[in-house]
C-alpha cells in the first residue's frame, strides 16, 4: 500500500515538471516570435529611411554634375560671345581701294548742320496743260476718210490730220463757190458800175460763207483752195492742227461714222504740263501763285509752280487741290503719271540731315549710315529717322562733321556684309 502511494508521488512528479518545462518552452517560442516581428518591423522602418538617404545624395550628386555643366556651358558661350565680339571688332568696317571707290562711283560727303524747310507731302497726278491743249472733232456729222497721224506723234501747226466727208458740206462749199464767182465779178465791176447795194450784197455772202466753213472747222488756207478751185471734190474736209503738238488721243477708226463735236483726237503741246496735287481738308498750308514744290516720279525729280489753288473741298475724297505748272521740255514726264509732291513748310535750322541714297537698311531693318572711322575704314552706324525736308532726311545717332558715303551706300554694305559685319554686335 505504502508503495503503490510511492509510486503514485513519483509519477505525479514527473508529470509536474515535464508540464513545467512545457510551459517555459512555449513562453521562450512566443518571446522569439515577438523578437522577430519587432525586428522585421524595424527593417521594414529602416529601409525606406535608407532608401531616401541614398536617392537625396544621388539627387545632390546629379545638381552638382549639371551645375558644373551649366557652369562650363556658360563659360564657354561666354568665350564663344568673347571670340565673336573680338572678330566683329576685327571685322568692323572696309577699306576700299582707289579703284573700287572709282568703280563704285562712291562719293564722301561731311555731315553738316543745315538750314532746310520741312516738308508737306501730298499725291499728285500729271495732265496735260488744259490751256495748251485743244480737241479735234468735226462740226457736222461726217464720216471718216482717212487719218493723217496716229497716236503719240509730234506734230506741227496746220499738219493734216484726219479726212473726213459730210453731206453738210458739199452744201456750205458750194455755196463758197458760188459766192466767190459771184463777188470776183461784181469786184472787177467795181462799186460804181453795180452800185453800192449790190457791191456789199455780194461781198457779204462770200463772207458769210466763208465764215462758215470756219465754224465747221476748216482753214482759210483751205476755204481759199475751195472758192479758188472750180472742180474741188466737194464734200470733203480735212482737220489740221491748230498749234504743234503731241497726239494724245484718236479713239476713231477709218468709215467710222462721227456726230458733231465727238472727238477724235487730243493734241497737247506737252513742254508745259500740270500737276494736280491733293492736300487734305485740315491741312490750312497757304500756297500763293508761285510758290515752288518738288514733284517726283520714281527716279525723276523737278521743279514745279503752284499757278493755282482751289478754295473748295472734293465731296468724295475730302482733299483741295492745288495746280502746278510743269516745264517738260526735255519731254521726261508725261499725262497721266503719278507724282509725290513735296511742298516747302516752316523752316528748321542746324538739321543733320543726309539724302536717302545715303541710307541703306541692315538686317535687323534698322536704317544705317556708312562713316569713316578713325584709321580711315567705311563702318556701319545705326541712326534714327526724323522729318524728311524734300530729298533730305533728318538723322540722329551719330555727330556732325564725320564723312560718311553720300553715294554707293549700297556697294559699300555688300563688301562689309562679306567680312560677315553686324552693327548690333549679335
Given amino acids: 500500500m505504502t508503495f503503490l502511494y510511492f509510486n503514485k508521488y513519483i509519477l505525479l512528479s514527473v508529470l509536474l515538471a515535464w508540464q513545467v518545462e512545457a510551459a517555459d518552452a512555449a513562453s521562450n517560442e512566443q518571446a522569439h516570435e515577438h523578437n522577430h516581428d519587432v525586428h522585421e518591423k524595424h527593417d521594414v522602418q529602416t529601409k525606406p529611411e535608407q532608401h531616401t538617404e541614398e ?70 497726278e500729271i ?17 471718216v476718210v482717212k487719218r493723217h497721224a496716229a497716236l503719240g506723234e509730234q506734230v506741227k501747226q496746220d499738219q493734216p490730220l484726219v479726212s473726213l466727208f459730210s453731206e453738210d458740206m458739199i452744201t456750205a462749199q458750194s455755196e463758197l463757190q458760188t459766192a466767190a464767182v459771184e463777188w470776183q465779178r461784181i469786184r472787177k465791176l467795181g462799186q460804181a458800175a453795180v452800185g453800192e447795194k449790190r457791191y456789199v450784197a455780194a461781198r457779204n455772202d462770200y463772207q458769210a460763207a466763208s465764215r462758215r466753213l470756219q465754224a465747221f472747222g476748216l482753214s482759210l488756207k483751205i476755204i481759199n483752195e475751195i472758192a479758188e478751185t472750180p472742180d474741188y471734190p466737194l464734200g470733203e474736209y480735212t482737220l489740221v492742227a491748230q498749234a504743234a503738238g503731241v497726239v494724245m488721243t484718236d479713239d476713231f477708226n477709218q468709215g467710222q461714222q462721227i456726230a458733231p463735236g465727238q472727238a477724235l483726237m487730243l493734241v497737247s503741246d506737252e513742254s508745259q504740263l500740270w500737276v494736280e496735287a491733293r492736300l487734305p481738308a485740315h491741312n490750312d498750308l497757304h500756297l500763293a501763285a508761285g510758290h515752288t514744290a518738288s514733284v517726283v516720279v520714281g527716279d525723276i525729280a523737278a521743279t514745279a509752280t503752284v499757278t493755282q489753288e482751289s478754295h473748295t473741298i472734293d465731296p468724295v475724297s475730302r482733299t483741295r487741290t492745288v495746280r502746278l505748272n510743269l516745264n517738260n521740255e526735255a519731254h521726261k514726264f508725261h499725262s497721266g503719271m503719278f507724282a509725290d509732291v513735296y511742298f516747302s513748310g516752316p523752316q528748321a535750322s542746324r538739321v543733320l540731315a543726309v539724302q536717302e541714297s545715303a541710307l541703306m537698311r541692315d538686317a535687323d531693318g534698322d536704317w544705317q549710315l556708312f562713316v569713316v572711322d578713325e584709321d580711315g575704314e567705311l563702318v556701319p552706324r545705326v541712326v534714327q529717322l526724323g522729318n524728311r525736308y524734300g530729298k533730305w532726311q533728318q538723322i540722329s545717332g551719330v555727330e556732325a562733321n564725320v564723312r560718311y558715303v553720300s553715294r554707293g551706300a549700297f556697294f559699300v554694305a555688300s563688301e562689309i556684309a562679306k567680312g560677315g559685319f553686324d552693327p548690333h554686335n549679335h
Fill in 55 to 124: 536617392h537625396e545624395e544621388h539627387e545632390e550628386h546629379e545638381e552638382h554634375e549639371e551645375h558644373e555643366e551649366h557652369e562650363e556651358h556658360e563659360e564657354h558661350e561666354e568665350h564663344e560671345e568673347h571670340e565673336e565680339h573680338e572678330e566683329h571688332e576685327e571685322h568692323g568696317g572696309v577699306s576700299l581701294s582707289g579703284e573700287q571707290v572709282a568703280m563704285a562711283d562712291i562719293h564722301l560727303d561731311t555731315l553738316e548742320p543745315l538750314s532746310l524747310s520741312e516738308s508737306v507731302y501730298a499725291p499728285g
Fill in 127 to 143: 495732265k496735260a496743260n488744259g490751256y495748251q491743249s485743244y480737241i479735234v472733232s468735226p462740226r457736222v456729222s461726217s464720216v
